[in-house]
């Protein structure tokens, strides 16, 4: 599968249970399988790498990807 380095924020889009997800500077909406609970952050600027993978999942939101390294961007003062 493929990789992707994603700097984007970190969302929660209320769909059924509700789902956390990444949006990049362009749009691009990722949904990750692995979120970590440090991430969870509704605004979070983040810096990952992840690697699309197969989900079937009922969210029809963003591409499944699974991350395999990240960091948190600290907004500058």
Known sequence: ???HQ???KVVFESIG???WGIVD???GQWRPV???EQLKHVGQQVSLVAKEVDDISLFMWG???KI???HTITPKA
């Open 34 to 36: 692995n979120m970590p």
């Open 68 to 70: 395999i390294s990240f």
């Open 17 to 19: 249970p509700g789902l």
């Open 6 to 8: 994603i700097t984007g």
């Open 25 to 27: 500077a362009a749009g």
């Open 1 to 3: 599968m493929k990789k």
């Open 63 to 65: 591409t499944p990807v």
